[in-house]
């Protein structure tokens, strides 16, 4: 049992030379924490996280935020290959938070661009459908794109923060799972565990007020900050490239036909698309989104796959191949799942949205003006408390609700309102120029001059807009709910230029792009922003790391989706990219009011059962997850009200994203994250009944022990990180990581002094004193985190090899699935 430090010089805290531990709490000063090693580590995690993503956004359309994985691999890296810093400090908290934020803007790069959905349909536009040939843009046209979409989420997320993070003090539940982890990698507390206002920089004694965390009984700290942890780590990182690697060569490793024996003279492999694919990366996959989504999302290939698509072909709806995207069941299987996503997402939206009112947007707009009113104005009145970013020094009701919103940053580890503005009005004007340049060539079909290949310059200024409208909804869903529903966004974006540019195909899928990458931007860097007000991280340092990465990010995507364009066909076998479908089909029907036979009655009939599923999810798990974060910080706090039946029953209704992703995708990828899912499931219980010394379903938690993972990665390559992610969103983590710090209530509520006085203590000291026993599935994410880089860096030795013109050395066994055969 630790102990609160008492003052300088007393016999808990005695004075002289700090140590590691403490010169770790002391007062960071602007730019401590944005170190070089901290910085170029993040930059190295984040390009393989971007190939990574790349590979499997355009695989299967789904991709990961990966913060936890990245502040992990940072941890390790910075702990066993030793980088002293130029002030010779240990590898800090604070660095920690900008590295992990440096590596998601890089990693995220390739979701945010556009590479793995709008990139891909533009390659599949045609002049009969869509008034445009195919649109492949040259190494400087995907540049210029990148560029034009890479900052102004990054702008839009800074006067967020004051309202979101400070004043509201909504979760963020990825954020402060990664903040949390952070918090027992470095043995060391929050700097605001409440979730609440930082203290005052300046203030010395802010640090030796705070408890040390203690050593967890369960282990699982040490089995993440020790080697052993992190040999787990390298094993199953190489394990999962020497797989992929040997996949290559045998590509029926990555394609058994195991269900041919069981559904002999059906060519289930060839014709259906039933193999199984024992992908290590998938399998981590499925470890870290939980098993309740990848449930959901064998569900939604069982229905599409063993269902939907026979029906569709021996009736004739689809009467090719039914693994063609044009004239097969996969390509009718698209629309069925476009409208369940565009569905729960958006009505699920738009139920948060009336749940919480327009109050929020109206004081957000407000703010907004009252921070164009003030830039340039020479203010130097000096307050006893150091505004927030958007404070106007309103007085009265104005002022006291600033007053809420207390910013103890000081200015100059903030980033400034003149950064700001000026930084949304030239990433714009950015943008503007460059996607007037990328497609200024008129696409257009011969003959058919009416239908320009871009939107007009007003035309991407009213996408920014509506981008920035957007951001603030996707933001507070994510804060709510930790899923950003960007491919809702998105759609919304079409539809409105479905209205603005009736018949532009092109001008749609572009403003499309353009939302969910000001959603996409927006809402990391404000999940990035939760974690380094937890660990005390400088907010304008964290800014800085995300421009640098996401400038890197661009260079490391272009590359990375040009060596791919090269090597394989895209979309192709091997890699679909099913995401650009999504977006292509929309905006076909958007702008020429196309369906396949008899889609539109399974459209309905889906998107009405997932309307109502996502408004009832959605609303459950905010109110779920505000129940648990009662003080809007850190740590969730039980409370001893039970959870409404309908809240129960919500959480185990199937995702709609996750079940749209298993039509969209054959069903190798889902049974693969099934697997995943089920390994992450029965560790957890199997520790958990370790620990606890009695069955699962005795513990404390029994209730809700199934579903513990019930928070998904809203990552879908089209629907964002979230969502992915997200990712990863720390479906093992998220409703376990604060929960057990009351092992010996039991014992205390016997009576007598010294129970008194433990009651005291517990009530006293931050929750995060609490935090570290309830890791126990750190162990299996580092696992899983392996299993899934593995797979990202042997791509990038695949590409090589293709590139080179290496082929399979057998295709012996293969019956579909076997690209390379």
């Not at 565990?193 to 030796?208: E, F, I, L, N, Q």
């Not at 009113?373 to 020094?393: C, E, F, H, M, Y």
């Not at 706090?637 to 994203?657: D, L, N, Y």
Request: some cysteine; aromatic content about 8%.
């Amino acid at each position: 049992m630790s102990h609160l430090h008492g003052p300088l010089g007393s016999r808990e805290h005695p004075a002289g030379p700090s140590s590691d531990r403490d010169r770790d709490l002391e007062p960071a000063r602007p730019d401590d924490d944005f170190t070089a090693r901290a910085v170029v580590t993040g930059l190295l995690i984040g390009c393989l996280v971007a190939f990574t993503n790349l590979s499997l956004g355009l695989q299967s359309g789904w991709t990961s935020m990966m913060s936890l994985q990245s502040a992990l691999l940072g941890f390790g890296i910075l702990k066993f290959i030793r980088m002293p810093s130029l002030k010779n400090r240990p590898f800090s908290p604070q660095e920690n938070a900008v590295l992990q934020a440096t590596a998601v803007a890089v990693g995220t790069m390739p979701l945010s661009a556009g590479f793995v959905g709008i990139i891909p349909a533009l390659n599949q536009l045609d002049p009969e459908q869509d008034g445009s040939g195919p649109i492949k843009l040259n190494t400087w046209q995907l540049l210029a794109w990148s560029f034009a979409l890479a900052y102004f989420g990054v702008f839009f997320a800074s006067p967020l923060r004051p309202a979101l993070i400070l004043k509201e003090k909504l979760p963020f539940p990825s954020g402060t799972a990664t903040a949390q982890l952070i918090s027992v990698l470095h043995d060391k507390p929050l700097a605001n565990p409440d979730g609440g206002p930082a203290p005052p920089a300046s203030s010395s004694s802010s640090a030796s007020a705070q408890p040390r965390v203690e050593r967890s009984s369960s282990g699982g700290q040490e089995e993440v900050g020790s080697k052993a942890g992190f040999q787990a780590l390298l094993w199953s990182f190489g394990g999962s490239a020497l797989f992929t690697l040997a996949s290559f060569f045998v590509p029926v490793l990555y394609a058994i036909p195991i269900f041919d024996p069981i559904c002999p003279g059906h060519n289930a492999a060839a014709m259906w698309g039933w193999w199984f694919t024992p992908s290590l990366s998938y399998i981590g996959q499925g470890i870290i989104m939980g098993l309740p989504t990848s449930l959901s999302m064998s569900l939604g290939a069982f229905v599409g796959w063993a269902i939907l698509s026979p029906i569709s072909y021996y009736t004739g709806w689809a009467p090719g191949d039914p693994l063609s995207g044009k004239d097969g069941s996969r390509g009718w299987l698209i629309w069925i799942a476009l409208a369940i996503m565009c569905s729960e997402s958006i009505l699920g939206l738009v139920a948060l949205f009336f749940a919480n009112g327009t109050e929020d947007i109206n004081k957000w707009l407000h703010k907004v003006s009252s921070l164009l009113a003030s830039v340039g104005k020479n203010s130097r009145r000096v307050r006893r408390q150091q505004p927030g970013i958007l404070d106007t020094g309103a007085e009265g009701d104005e002022g006291a609700e600033e007053e809420d919103t207390v910013e103890h940053e000081p200015p100059s580890r903030l980033t400034s309102k003149r950064t700001v503005l000026l930084g949304l009005l030239g990433s714009t004007i950015l943008a503007v120029i460059l996607i007037e340049l990328t497609f200024k060539r008129d696409s257009s079909a011969p003959g058919d001059t009416k239908r320009p290949a871009s939107p007009s310059p007003g035309s991407t200024i009213l996408a920014i807009l509506i981008a920035l409208v957007l951001s603030l909804l996707g933001a507070r869903a994510l804060g709510q709910t930790d899923l950003n529903p960007v491919s809702g966004l998105g759609k919304i974006s079409q539809l409105v230029f479905a209205l603005t540019s009736p018949g532009n195909v092109v001008a749609n899928l572009i403003a499309g792009g353009i939302s969910e990458a000001g959603a996409m931007a927006a809402g990391d860097m404000l999940q990035d922003y939760k974690t380094g007000h937890l660990v005390g991280s400088s907010p304008h340092s964290q800014f800085k790391g995300q421009l640098v990465g996401s400038t890197l990010g661009i260079f490391v995507s272009v590359f990375a989706y040009q060596l791919y364009a090269r090597t394989y066909e895209l979309p192709g076998p091997q890699f679909p990219a099913p995401s650009a479908g999504v977006w292509l089909n929309l905006a076909r029907l958007l702008n020429n009011g196309h369906l396949p036979p008899k889609s539109a009655v399974f459209m309905s009939v889906f998107a009405a059962i997932f309307a109502v599923t996502g408004i009832l999810r959605s609303v459950a798990r905010a109110r779920g997850i505000k129940r648990e974060f009662t003080s809007g910080g850190a740590a969730p706090q039980r409370t001893s009200s039970a959870k409404p039946s309908w809240e129960v029953f919500a959480a185990w209704m199937p995702s709609g994203i996750a079940f749209a992703v298993g039509i969209l995708n054959t069903p190798n990828f889902s049974l693969a994250r099934l697997v995943g899912g089920l390994i992450g499931y029965y560790y957890l219980r199997h520790v958990r009944q370790q620990r606890q010394g009695r069955a699962p379903d005795q513990g404390r938690y029994a209730n809700d022990d199934d579903t513990l993972a019930e928070g998904e990665d809203d990552g879908y390559a089209g629907t964002g990180t979230a969502g992915g992610t997200p990712d990863e969103r720390t479906g093992l983590l998220r409703r376990r990581a604060f929960a057990d710090g009351d092992e010996n209530e039991e014992e205390e509520e016997q009576g007598g002094p010294e129970a008194v006085t433990a009651r005291a203590r517990r009530t006293t000291r931050p929750r995060v004193q609490q935090a570290s026993p309830a890791f126990e599935g750190v162990f299996i994410i580092v696992v899983a985190s392996g299993l899934v880089l593995g797979e990202g860096a042997a791509s990038i030795i695949t590409l090589i090899l293709k590139q080179y013109g290496f082929q399979p050395l057998t295709c012996f066994g293969c019956r579909g699935g076997c690209s390379s055969c």
